[in-house]
């Protein structure tokens, strides 16, 4: 049974430090969505490949997130540097197409 | 930008009641999926509707896509403690790259 993996599961920072996250898609899924989940702002989307290109990240803060597909089985969330309003559940999906979507295990993050 | 919302947030039931969640868009869409993440889980993929009217059964899963494809409903009949979770619509607007927004989500919860 194919699924999403990421790593790591959970990570607690400290303000400042730079975190990274990783995900592996579905093999032959050419879309990846890294989302961010708070109790706050529900599911945000942070950024949108399709085919390893970036689509979309206009939901990422620019000036700290970053994200990349090195590539077709590693999509990387880079916050460089870390604060605490960071602090939340990082998912990655991948898709064949944008409307079925099969979510990771999320990272969860914690930025003291 | 594109908007999703549902309602209500939060539903409370008493175990073999029915609940239905509402999701409406800003902007008329191509099709709608429908997702349940579990508590502490994430988001599953549970179905995707295209055409205006639809109507589509899971078991005690019914889910609708309004005539102008700007609104949708997930009616479940008696419902179970195992419904428990948070259910998610998300939105395909028409035209440029396939554009996922996801809405605001529906916690449920049962009283057994």
């Known amino acids: 049974d194919a699924r999403v993996t990421q790593t790591p599961r959970h990570k607690v920072t400290e303000m400042g430090q730079e975190v990274t996250m990783r995900c592996q898609p579905i093999l032959g899924h050419n879309t990846v969505f890294w989302y961010r989940q708070t109790m706050m702002q529900g599911l945000e989307l942070l950024a949108y490949f399709r085919n390893r290109a970036p689509l979309d990240d206009s939901g990422m803060p620019k000036d700290r997130f970053s994200a990349e597909m090195p590539d077709a089985t590693l999509a990387t969330l880079k916050i460089q540097p870390s604060e605490p309003r960071d602090s939340a559940v990082y998912f990655c999906?991948?898709?064949?197409?944008?409307?079925?979507?099969?979510f990771g295990p999320g990272t969860r993050l914690t930025v003291l | 930008g594109q908007q999703v919302m549902q309602i209500p947030q939060y539903q409370h039931v008493q175990e073999g009641e029915d609940f239905t969640t509402y999701c409406n868009s800003s902007?008329?869409?191509?099709?709608i999926q429908w997702y349940k993440q579990r508590p502490g889980g994430h988001p599953v993929f549970l179905i995707q509707l295209v055409k205006s009217g639809e109507v589509k059964k899971q078991k005690r899963l019914t889910f609708q896509f309004g005539e102008a494809k700007k609104n949708s409903s997930l009616h479940i009949t008696a419902t179970q403690t195992t419904d428990v979770g948070t259910y998610f619509c998300?939105?395909?607007?028409?035209?440029?790259?396939?554009?996922?927004?996801f809405g605001t989500g529906t916690k449920l919860q049962v009283i057994p």
């Open positions: 902007t008329t869409l191509s099709n």
């Open positions: 998300a939105g395909v607007k028409s035209g440029g790259y396939q554009k996922v927004t």
């Open positions: 999906a991948s898709g064949p197409r944008p409307d079925t979507q099969y």
